[in-house]
């Protein structure tokens, strides 16, 4: 992460914002975007309201705050070092063993040697630290001594990472949160890439089909050499395309609706399924169809002043030339370029008018507006909505008394109007300037299966808008696309080497460690807190099962599925099957499900279900001793738990802020002593988070304890064993999540 991105998002905690908006200011929040295809969005340009000099004053700022944060987790550690001392010496040492068995799996000489290149950031006593803030037992005595030098190497890994704060609702700290949950998923996506790129065989069809996904997808030389023809093969069975051959004049819904169905592509208006969060707490697990505005491929901007979206006229010129470009790839005649293009431009303009961002929807209160098929259809006639949903959502039977929720319906009834307005023209028979407009959709939806030129089109300009994105390496795009279809399979892969005993045994102690770290703590009312309790008791953990376990099922489930070895192109629609079918499934279940291969937790109705994808190496291996799981993984699940409940916990305690300033004090007077910051004080949020990341490692080491008065016997990896095993597990957190 650069070093002026940590800099904004600190000014953005430091500003205390009640909201943080979801990447796209036009996307209406819901559970899950179905649309959604990481090449297709074109993000709105952000204009940072600052003028030069005072961005120059508050980078100042920022960077000597980012300094000040940097021992966050080092006094998170040291002190629940402390802590464990002094509970230790109260309830019994537990590490008084002369000698451990060594771990001797390949696993864990791999970590040693992973440890060996790393430095302890615990070699030093932590003397300067007088009691263990927020404890009830009596305090330390001085030892004396200063941090040394390896405390100051480990802070260092800290440079690049900015500092968290905790908003006011789970929404905005996700997206607060997104690096450090993207680095967990990078290690997941390593883990999975190892598992694909075995030459082991398999006898399940299903792990078959999914491995020759992603190699056809690494395949880059096919891809070169089938060129357009793929594309164009596609245009044809779809009833040709004016502009680059024949066009049957094929109908206008026909051709919407088989674009829905079959190819993943919703030129017009997005498709989501989502629950409504104004349902009664009775019918929170049912889900609706929910349409909002589409993402327009033209980048359009919001005028606050004259509250209108419009297409930037900065971007015309070089969005006209990719697209283009786009047409010439494809073959079309010069002498037609341009004037399909400049319809497509005019009609994308005329629908960003339409749009609007999601924060203005929201208080003009558009968003989860509901209405039944009927009443949509009657607002919005140009649409045939029954049948574009039915293809959408095949083979699903729905009617037109069926609801389905809206997030900017003046949108949607302008849209109709357009649509109207060039169905009439004149000239529409001969032209199909509509058919343009979607097939030029579809081939966005298309291009990661296209070959390098469209890519590199598209990268140019956004380049053009002035967006700078990092470079993808191809096996990891591959695997995200292989995740989007195949994600049952991975799952089950995952499952295969998962030792569910123990990760379900670190789940049930961290939990309930939890749970006594909660009744500590001092509650402004007994009300609330009874009621959170009772939530608490009410969302028991678990860890998330595949619905499917068994190969048989597995392979029948995806037994329809052909996967050539001729070209990845012909995969790809493969995949927007399979995603159509989930799609519909998702609509049909209406029951909570965790995403298998998340990296973090998830509150659903029956409890807090934990995917299999948090429980990967390095962070966790099943021969792992069991201090180096509870010091990485534990600490992690405890923290993702303690931000499932956040919003409860910081409006009704008062332990919180004083714990908060006591790391902060304890922190800056060795940091001072050291000569390494100067004091300073936190925001509110800052305490908060401090807090939270401490508890967490109190509780992470609490649930270890446990774990240990169970079962004495641990392992130990380059001569570590027990507390300091455990500290030099969490530190290795800090290098791979933070």
Same mark, same amino acid.
């Given at each position: 992460m650069s070093q002026t991105s940590i800099e904004l998002q600190l000014l953005q905690t430091d500003q205390s914002k009640s909201y943080t908006e979801p990447e796209s200011q036009h996307q209406a929040p819901s559970e899950l975007q179905l649309t959604e295809q990481p090449h297709n969005s074109h993000q709105l340009h952000q204009r940072n309201p600052l003028q030069p000099e005072q961005q120059l004053l508050n980078s100042e700022r920022q960077k000597k705050l980012i300094g000040l944060l940097l021992g966050f987790f080092i006094g998170t550690a040291i002190l629940g070092l402390i802590y464990y001392i002094q509970y230790g010496q109260n309830t019994g040492s537990i590490n008084n063993a002369a000698y451990v068995t !060594?771990?001797?799996?390949?696993?864990?000489?791999?970590?040693?040697?992973?440890?060996?290149? #790393?430095?302890?950031?615990?070699?030093?006593?932590?003397?300067?630290?007088?009691?263990?803030?927020?404890?009830?037992?009596?305090? &330390?005595?001085?030892?004396?001594?200063?941090?040394?030098? #390896?405390?100051?190497?480990?802070?260092?890994?800290?440079?690049?990472?900015?500092?968290?704060? *905790? !908003?006011?609702?789970q929404k905005d700290h996700r997206t607060l949160t997104e690096d450090r949950n993207l680095s967990r998923k990078h290690l997941l996506l390593q883990y999975l890439r190892g598992i694909l790129e075995t030459n082991h065989s398999s006898n399940s069809s299903a792990v078959r089909k999914t491995k020759d996904f992603y190699h056809s997808c690494l395949d880059t030389k096919s891809l070169e050499t089938a060129g357009a023809e793929p594309f164009l093969e596609l245009i044809q069975k779809l009833g040709g395309w004016a502009v680059?051959?024949?066009?049957?004049?094929?109908?206008?819904?026909?051709?919407?609706?088989?674009?829905?169905? *079959?190819?993943?592509?919703?030129?017009?208006?997005?498709?989501?399924?989502?629950?409504? !969060?104004?349902?009664? !707490?009775?019918?929170?697990?049912?889900?609706?169809?929910?349409?909002?505005?589409?993402? &327009? @491929?033209?980048?359009i901007e919001w005028n606050s002043e004259k509250q209108q979206s419009r297409a930037k006229a900065e971007t015309i010129r070089p969005f006209l030339s990719s697209c283009q470009s786009y047409l010439a790839f494809l073959g079309s005649p010069p002498s037609n370029r341009l004037f399909h293009v400049g319809t497509f431009i005019s009609l994308s303009s005329e629908l960003a008018v339409a749009t609007s961002p999601v924060q203005y929807r929201r208080l003009k209160g558009q968003l989860f507006q509901r209405m039944t098929i009927r009443e949509l259809q009657s607002q919005a006639p140009a649409i045939d909505w029954l049948g574009c949903l039915q293809a959408a959502f095949h083979p699903l039977s729905l009617s037109e008394d069926d609801q389905v929720l809206l997030h900017n319906l003046p949108y949607i009834?302008?849209?109709?109007?357009?649509?109207?307005?060039?169905?009439?023209?004149?000239?529409?028979? #001969?032209?199909s300037f509509l058919?343009?407009?979607?097939?030029?959709?579809?081939?966005?939806?298309?291009?990661?299966a296209m070959d390098s030129r469209f890519s590199e089109t598209a990268k140019n300009m956004s380049?053009? &808008?002035?967006?700078?994105?990092? *470079?993808?390496?191809?096996?990891?795009?591959?695997? @995200?696309?292989?995740?989007?279809?195949?994600?049952?399979?991975?799952?089950?892969? @995952? #499952? *295969?080497?998962?030792?569910?005993?123990?990760?379900?045994?670190?789940?049930?102690?961290?939990?309930?460690?939890?749970?006594?770290k909660i009744m500590e703590l001092k509650w402004k009312d007994h009300k609330p807190f009874q009621h959170f309790i009772d939530k608490v008791y009410s969302s028991p953990p678990r860890l998330w099962s595949s619905q499917i376990s068994d190969k048989g099922d597995l392979d029948l489930l995806f037994s329809e599925v052909t996967i050539s070895s001729n070209g990845f192109f012909s995969n790809y629609l493969q995949l @927007?099957?399979?995603?159509?079918?989930?799609?519909?499934?998702?609509?049909?279940?209406?029951?909570?499900?965790?995403?298998? &291969?998340?990296?973090t937790p998830a509150l659903v109705s029956d409890g807090v279900v934990f995917p299999m994808g948090m429980f990967v190496p390095p962070l966790f291996h099943p021969t792992y001793p069991k201090a180096m799981s509870y010091g990485a993984v534990g600490f992690l699940v405890a923290k993702d738990i303690f931000h499932l409940f956040v919003r409860e916990i910081f409006s009704h305690n008062e332990t919180m802020y004083a714990v908060g300033e006591c790391v902060w004090a304890h922190y800056l007077n060795a940091s001072e002593n050291s000569g390494q910051v100067e004091a300073s004080v936190l925001s509110e949020g800052q305490q908060q988070e401090l807090w939270l990341q401490y508890s967490a490692l109190q509780v992470a080491l609490q649930a270890y304890h446990h774990s240990l008065s169970q079962n004495p016997a641990d392992t130990s990896v380059s001569g570590l064993h027990h507390t300091q095993l455990f500290f030099r597990s969490f530190s290795q957190v800090i290098v791979y999540v933070y």
């Open positions: !060594p771990c001797v799996s390949s696993a864990c000489q791999w970590a040693a040697a992973r440890l060996s290149m #790393s430095t302890d950031p615990f070699t030093q006593p932590c003397d300067y630290f007088m009691s263990p803030c927020g404890s009830k037992g009596s305090p &330390l005595k001085s030892r004396g001594g200063q941090r040394g030098h #390896s405390m100051q190497g480990y802070s260092q890994n800290l440079m690049d990472r900015p500092a968290e704060t *905790e !908003p006011e609702n680059s051959g024949q066009w049957n004049k094929t109908d206008f819904n026909y051709t919407l609706g088989l674009l829905m169905r *079959e190819y993943g592509t919703f030129p017009f208006f997005n498709l989501y399924v989502g629950k409504d !969060p104004n349902d009664a !707490p009775s019918n929170r697990t049912k889900r609706y169809i929910q349409i909002d505005q589409p993402d &327009l @491929l033209i980048p009834i302008q849209m109709s109007k357009i649509i109207n307005r060039w169905l009439q023209k004149p000239f529409i028979s #001969s032209s058919e343009t407009y979607m097939f030029l959709n579809l081939l966005h939806t298309l291009m990661p380049l053009a &808008l002035g967006n700078v994105e990092e *470079e993808v390496p191809r096996w990891k795009h591959c695997l @995200l696309e292989t995740e989007t279809g195949f994600d049952t399979v991975l799952t089950h892969l @995952l #499952s *295969e080497r998962m030792a569910r005993q123990k990760t379900e045994e670190i789940i049930e102690n961290v939990f309930f460690s939890f749970i006594s @927007l099957s399979l995603w159509q079918k989930r799609r519909s499934k998702l609509l049909a279940e209406q029951t909570d499900a965790a995403y298998s &291969l998340s990296v």
